[in-house]
């Protein structure tokens, strides 16, 4: 079946400006996830949603970046007043019950900020 | 403070040898070590993983090694293949598969 699927692939946006990303879990897949992987690092903690809700956004550096899953399936992750440090791979992961298996990643968003 | 520290930086290995990427972690809290594969333009891919009540997995040409006392545990991949050629991640979660503290890296090219 499909995996998880995230858009755009690429994004250039000029400093300030506001951006979202997208991303589709795999069907079914309860729990969604957001990791930031910038060059030459592994991936970091964002943000995770069981359902609807978020359950721990303790990974958001800042009140610029925001995250949604309203109907408990794709989610959107916003970042407002964008900063050439927000520039890097940002990685979405579906579970299909948080806590008891596998995070599947999809191929990430590659952000850059002029 | 890296919660996860990984070496190499980066490996070169000839085909057929046998790769070794090590990992060290100072929260007794984790309980669960996954090791990642990543290729250019790809997410990471879970390759294998372990428990702290375990002190070696094997799946086919992957092995992890694990030391509890030494909060150390390693990827040995045998008989390493040009297609091996990838990121490794090693990571670790407080519980199954919560979020996950990767570590860093290690870049490894396996010489044809």
């Known amino acids: 079946g499909a995996g998880v699927s995230q858009t755009p692939s690429n994004k250039v946006t000029e400093k300030g400006k506001y951006v979202e990303l997208r991303c589709d879990p795999i069907?079914?897949?309860?729990?969604l996830y957001w990791y930031r992987q910038s060059l030459g690092q592994g991936p970091e903690f964002l943000i995770y949603f069981q359902g609807t809700g978020a359950a721990d956004d303790s990974g958001l550096p800042n009140d610029r970046f925001f995250a949604v899953r309203p109907e408990g399936s794709v989610s959107t992750l916003k970042i407002q007043r964008t900063e050439r440090g927000d520039s890097a791979v940002y990685l979405c992961a579906s579970s299909l019950v948080h806590g008891l298996y596998e995070q599947y990643f999809g191929p990430g968003t590659r952000l850059t900020v002029t | 403070q890296q919660q996860v520290k990984q070496s190499p930086q980066s490996l070169i290995v000839q085909k057929g040898g046998i790769s070794i990427i090590n990992c060290a972690y100072e929260?007794?809290?984790?309980?669960?070590f996954p090791w990642y594969q990543q290729f250019p333009g790809k997410g990471p891919a879970l390759l294998i993983a372990?428990?702290?009540?375990?002190s070696e997995k094997k799946e086919g040409r992957f092995t992890i090694s694990f030391n509890k006392s030494a909060k150390q545990f390693s990827l040995h991949i045998m008989d390493s293949q040009p297609g091996d050629s990838a990121t490794y991640f090693c990571?670790?979660?407080?519980?199954?598969?919560?979020?996950?503290?990767f570590g860093k890296g290690t870049r490894l090219h396996i010489l044809p």
């Open positions: 990571a670790a979660s407080m519980k199954n598969h919560d979020k996950i503290i």
């Open positions: 069907s079914g897949h309860t729990a």
């Open positions: 929260n007794t809290a984790f309980d669960y």
């Open positions: 372990i428990r702290p009540d375990v």
